[in-house]
């Protein structure tokens, strides 16, 4: 299973992105890192160019949320894109928030799995039980 | 013009080697001590006109050391549909400038029908899209545009997997290997080597440059895929501090050269350089093309007065209005590259160290002429003071040198 994963915007936390890479390709997926700095637009073209079915995003400077307001919008231009699970994770909000609010806020943007501070084994158990859920593995 | 050798040398030209370079608008030929420039006649062919005003010179040389480069022929006219903007019309474009393709136009695949279908012949058609594991990049809405479309050649360098598809709905289609790896890289060479193998046969089709192989045994390459290759070289010749940009402001078109660092890109070559090709900004041929551009940038008013003229200046035909006009290029090709005006590239501009300039321009603009420009642009539309070095190759140095070093090249 291909999963397309960066980290969002002016985000430099590289070692955090090499070990969602690692531990994805632990678990079997086929990973295309595209590493830090990236933009929204290069995660969605890059999985209409791999055909991935996942698309992992992680953020830790808490900038996904200004880039999350548009995934919807950017989201919508693109014809390939209905089915993949869109899963962040990392610092999701700038200071402190609970995960009560973040969790819905960013679920509105379109997002499958939301894991705001949340351990990256717990967070990748999650997207294993979706993709149960789904019939996808 | 500049002197030539008396008779009495010729005796020693075995080795010495004739360089010309026919732009839109001047020819210019470069031996081993001189240079001269000459305007073209447009009432004669090329090869006439080269030979009514320098033939003399010409046949001092044998033809195997003759070189000959050229940005006359117009180049090609391209199309590239790809799947998406970052990966694939980005790496085809990047690949199509860097092999001397001068007109280039893009269709991102999921809109295709959105397009209007170009009424003009496309020299060739690139296809390109997703990696090799991934299939079904296109559908019928592709062969649907391609049936209405007048083209010479078709290229596919997408998906293996589509191959096949591919290969059963396009007539001719021509497929070379993906030019996106496993990781989502480029992979240059195929293309390139496809492509600047089109220009050659380009070249040789069009009569008034053919006629040029009747005095080289060389092949004649394309100017700017010249100078890009003078680039890693430059330092020999003029203290330029990398990162910097090389503007070649013509008469018909404008080439830009930059160096990679100036570019947050995920494209990964050899090459250090990029080119890029602003058709119809030119101060001859697209003069007219030029000053409508500059009508409709809200700042030349200002340049205008910051220079001291009015727009009418632009009806004028004098030495000021011909520096006026270069003044405007050198401004709008630096909108063109910065966030102002976004035109395929965005150069960190703040980054640069020394701005070449090459071409006719150093004969009619000085150094102080252009910082002047340099200088307003950087206050005006980027609000900084930041002051990089120009550098002016008044003396064709650069042509010269990558002249050579392709000339070597095909020695080895």
């Known amino acids: 299973m291909k999963v397309v994963t960066g980290v969002v915007g002016n985000d430099i936390h590289v070692v955090a992105n090499r070990l969602i890479d690692l531990s994805l ?93 949340v351990d990256l084994n717990t967070g990748l158990d999650s997207l294993e039980e979706m993709l149960k859920e789904r019939n996808l593995k | 013009m500049s002197q030539i050798n008396s008779p009495d040398d010729s005796s020693n030209n075995s080795q010495e080697k004739l360089l010309i370079d026919v732009g839109s608008t001047y020819f210019k030929l470069s031996n081993k001590t001189n240079i001269e420039q000459h305007f073209r006649d447009f009432n004669k062919s090329i090869l006439d006109d080269l030979t009514h005003k320098c033939g003399q010179e010409i046949e001092r040389f044998d033809k195997k050391n003759i070189h000959i480069c050229s940005s006359a022929n117009g180049g090609l006219s391209t199309l590239i549909i790809g799947v998406t903007h970052s990966f694939s019309l980005k790496y085809a ?103 600047t193998n089109l220009y050659q046969q380009d070249i040789e089709g069009k009569e008034d440059i053919k006629d040029l192989y009747n005095i080289t045994d060389n092949q004649i390459f394309s100017t700017p895929y010249v100078v890009n290759k003078t680039l ?26 930059y160096s990679k660092d100036l570019v947050d890109e995920n494209i990964v070559t050899e090459n250090e350089y990029d080119r890029l090709v602003f058709k119809k900004l030119g101060v001859y041929k697209s003069k007219q093309s030029l000053i409508f551009a500059a009508k409709n940038n809200e700042f030349v008013y200002e340049l205008l007065m910051h220079l001291k003229v009015t727009e009418n200046i632009f009806e004028e035909q004098s030495n000021k209005a011909t520096k006026v006009l270069m003044q405007l290029a050198i401004f709008l090709v630096l909108c063109k590259i910065s966030h102002y005006k976004k035109a395929y590239v965005n150069l960190k501009l703040l980054s640069v160290n020394s701005f070449v300039l090459t071409g006719g321009i150093t004969k009619v603009l000085t150094v102080e002429e252009i910082e002047n420009i340099i200088s307003f642009f950087y206050k005006k539309i980027l609000n900084s003071d930041h002051n990089p070095a120009t550098v002016l190759d008044n003396n064709y140095d650069i042509w010269t040198l990558g002249a050579e070093v392709e000339g070597k090249e095909l020695c080895q």
Not at chain 1, 51 to 69: C, F, M, Q
Not at chain 2, 156 to 179: A, C, M, Q, R, Y
Not at chain 2, 240 to 248: E, I, S, W
Request: proline share 3%; with cysteine; charged share 20%.
């Open chain 2, 93 to 195: 474009t990047n690949i199509a400038f860097n092999s001397g393709i001068n007109i280039i136009d893009t269709i991102l695949f999921q809109n295709i029908e959105e397009y209007s279908v170009p009424s003009d012949l496309i020299d060739v058609v690139i296809i390109v899209g997703g990696i090799n594991s991934n299939s079904d990049n296109f559908s019928e809405d592709l062969y649907r545009y391609l049936d209405n479309l007048t083209y010479s050649n078709v290229v596919f360098v997408g998906s293996e997997l589509d191959v096949p598809t591919i290969k059963e709905n396009i007539e001719n289609v021509v497929v070379l290997p993906n030019i996106i790896d496993d990781r989502l890289h480029i992979v240059e060479d195929s293309l390139k080597a496809y492509l």
């Open chain 2, 232 to 257: 890693p070289f430059i330092h020999t010749k003029y203290a330029v501090v990398n990162p910097f940009v090389l503007l070649d402001i013509g008469g018909a078109t404008t080439d830009i050269h």
């Open chain 1, 25 to 117: 390709q632990a678990r079997g997926y086929e990973v295309f890192n595209l590493g830090v700095n990236t933009y929204l637009e290069e995660f969605f073209d890059a999985v209409v160019e791999t055909g991935a079915d996942i698309l992992l995003i992680s953020s830790l400077n808490g900038e996904a949320e200004g880039w999350g307001r548009e995934v919807p919008r950017l989201k919508a231009k693109y014809k390939k894109l209905d089915d993949i699970i869109m899963m962040i994770g990392g610092n999701l909000v700038v200071g402190t928030g609970n995960a009560e609010d973040i969790i819905p806020r960013y679920k509105g943007y379109g997002f499958d799995i939301v894991c705001h501070q």
